[in-house]
């Protein structure tokens, strides 16, 4: 089972440390280089030769922008620690604005700058866990849903409730996503999808997809299908206009997690409980074209920075980034001490945001990456030991050696 909010009550101690995956291979790599011993002396500057030749042949256009991106100032926003968990964060669509849902039901608005984090507004909407929050594309209506089956829009600039569906649905809501001003989807703990035009009482369709929660869901801009992930290992798609399933895929034997489009929409990658990401190609969502071992621990949650480039994170606290065309491993993002609940970038694409168990919501400075997205070789051959050494500038892990040993 996925480690989420909804378990929070339970034991949530990290034990990364125990299983870091395919990524402990790097620290094995190096501990046996660092160790040295009597063979080595007998191979002596002949080893030290070949090495320092294959560090040159390998070092490609990618990892010598890594490492130069390292050396530049880069700023970013400092942590904002809170005194409830953090469910889930949004990020302003035109301003620097980032939204806080807790675990007591109440939004926290702060403005952010590379110097400081001020907290704005202090809303209290829900009785239970608020557990997805929404800004309208405009940046002008806040959308909010919660453990109490209740979906609210506020007025961001007032923070006056403009409308509330008590009791929305019959079992608590899970997801929400807007379509526009006053269209939002939204999906509950049992399988249900609703659509919801905001100036009417009632929903447009209701439609049972499932037997468990609705983790994710995405559509495209054309908006004529929504696709629904969920917590029974299945990947569902709705025909909107039509108010019907469009496609239901195979069962799959984990948990499906989370959802991010890419190269124009054309591709659908979906995590899952157990670290393997899937790409689909859209409108074709019966089973995937290809899959990926992300990581060990389970995959909660994934943002598209570019076009082919995806930052993961989940269980372990470790954000991931990854070329997905073709599919290279760049390094590390950053990290937190405990599972990590939610991300999202901001509006300028300067930033990615991040919240843990540990209640605190960290910013992440990853403009470097428009740059590395466009030097990924389609030709190159990865080489996984070395593209994680190369971690990249947001993190302040230094190299993957320092990086396990702080775990130990």
Same mark, same amino acid.
């Given at each position: 089972?996925?480690?989420? =909010?909804?378990? =929070?009550?339970?034991?949530?101690?990290?034990?990364?440390?125990?299983?870091?995956?395919?990524?402990s291979?790097?620290?094995d790599?190096?501990?046996?280089?660092?160790s040295?011993g009597?063979d080595?002396?007998?191979?002596?500057?002949?080893?030290?030769?070949?090495?320092?030749?294959?560090?040159?042949?390998?070092? #490609?256009?990618?990892?010598?922008?890594?490492?130069a991106?390292?050396?530049?100032?880069?700023?970013h926003?400092?942590c904002?620690?809170c005194?409830?968990?953090i469910?889930d964060?949004?990020?302003?669509?035109n301003?620097?604005?980032?939204?806080?849902a807790?675990?007591?039901g109440?939004v926290?608005l702060?403005?952010?700058n590379?110097?400081?984090?001020?907290?704005?507004?202090?809303?209290?909407?829900?009785?239970?866990a608020?557990? #997805?929050?929404?800004?309208?594309?405009e940046?002008?209506?806040?959308?909010?849903?919660?453990?109490d089956?209740?979906i609210?829009?506020?007025?961001?600039e007032?923070?006056?409730?403009?409308?509330? =569906?008590?009791?929305?649905?019959?079992?608590?809501?899970?997801?929400?996503m807007?379509l526009?001003?006053?269209?939002?989807?939204?999906?509950?703990?049992?399988?249900t999808?609703k659509?919801?035009?905001?100036?009417?009482q009632?929903?447009?369709?209701?439609?049972?997809?499932?037997?468990?929660y609705i983790? #994710?869901?995405?559509?495209?801009?054309?908006?004529?299908?929504?696709?629904?992930?969920?917590?029974?290992?299945?990947?569902?798609?709705?025909?909107?206009?039509?108010?019907?399933i469009?496609?239901?895929?195979e069962?799959?034997?984990?948990?499906?997690?989370?959802m991010?489009?890419?190269?124009?929409?054309?591709?659908?990658?979906?995590?899952?409980?157990?670290?393997?990401?899937?790409?689909?190609?859209?409108?074709?969502f019966?089973f995937?074209?290809?899959?990926?071992?992300?990581q060990k621990?389970?995959?909660?949650?994934?943002?598209?920075i570019?076009?082919?480039?995806v930052?993961?994170?989940?269980?372990?606290?470790?954000?991931?980034?990854?070329h997905? =065309?073709?599919?290279r491993?760049?390094?590390?993002?950053?990290?937190?001490?405990?599972p990590?609940?939610?991300?999202d970038?901001?509006h300028?694409?300067?930033?990615i945001?991040?919240?843990?168990?540990?209640?605190?919501?960290?910013?992440?400075?990853?403009?470097y990456?428009?740059?590395?997205?466009?030097?990924?070789?389609?030709?190159h051959?990865?080489?996984?030991?070395?593209?994680?050494?190369?971690?990249?500038?947001?993190?302040?892990?230094?190299?993957a050696?320092d990086f396990?040993?702080?775990?130990?």
């Amino acid at each position: 089972m996925t480690l989420d =909010f909804r378990d =929070f009550d339970k034991d949530s101690s990290d034990d990364s440390s125990s299983d870091l995956g395919e990524d402990s291979d790097i620290n094995d790599d190096m501990s046996l280089s660092e160790s040295g011993g009597e063979d080595e002396e007998d191979t002596g500057n002949d080893i030290n030769q070949e090495e320092n030749h294959d560090n040159c042949d390998d070092e #490609d256009e990618v990892v010598k922008a890594i490492k130069a991106e390292k050396t530049k100032q880069r700023d970013h926003p400092p942590c904002i620690k809170c005194d409830d968990f953090i469910v889930d964060i949004s990020f302003h669509p035109n301003k620097n604005i980032i939204g806080l849902a807790n675990i007591v039901g109440d939004v926290l608005l702060y403005e952010y700058n590379n110097d400081e984090t001020k907290l704005i507004n202090t809303l209290e909407l829900h009785t239970k866990a608020c557990r #997805d929050i929404e800004f309208d594309d405009e940046g002008l209506i806040m959308f909010t849903t919660a453990k109490d089956k209740a979906i609210m829009a506020t007025d961001v600039e007032t923070g006056k409730l403009k409308q509330c =569906f008590e009791n929305a649905h019959e079992e608590p809501i899970y997801k929400l996503m807007t379509l526009d001003s006053n269209k939002i989807v939204t999906g509950d703990d049992c399988g249900t999808v609703k659509l919801w035009d905001m100036r009417k009482q009632n929903p447009i369709f209701s439609l049972k997809i499932g037997e468990d929660y609705i983790s #994710d869901m995405v559509t495209n801009e054309a908006q004529k299908y929504l696709v629904c992930a969920g917590g029974d290992g299945m990947l569902t798609s709705i025909d909107l206009k039509g108010s019907k399933i469009y496609t239901t895929s195979e069962q799959y034997e984990s948990e499906l997690t989370c959802m991010g489009l890419f190269r124009s929409e054309s591709k659908l990658l979906v995590g899952s409980s157990v670290g393997k990401f899937y790409l689909f190609n859209w409108k074709e969502f019966g089973f995937h074209s290809d899959e990926y071992v992300g990581q060990k621990h389970s995959i909660q949650c994934m943002i598209p920075i570019t076009q082919n480039i995806v930052v993961s994170s989940g269980e372990d606290g470790i954000l991931r980034a990854a070329h997905m =065309f073709p599919q290279r491993q760049l390094g590390i993002v950053g990290q937190h001490s405990l599972p990590v609940e939610a991300l999202d970038i901001s509006h300028d694409g300067q930033y990615i945001a991040s919240c843990s168990h540990d209640n605190d919501v960290k910013f992440w400075n990853i403009a470097y990456f428009e740059s590395i997205d466009t030097m990924i070789d389609v030709n190159h051959k990865q080489n996984k030991k070395k593209d994680m050494i190369n971690n990249l500038p947001s993190s302040n892990i230094k190299n993957a050696s320092d990086f396990f040993s702080g775990l130990v």
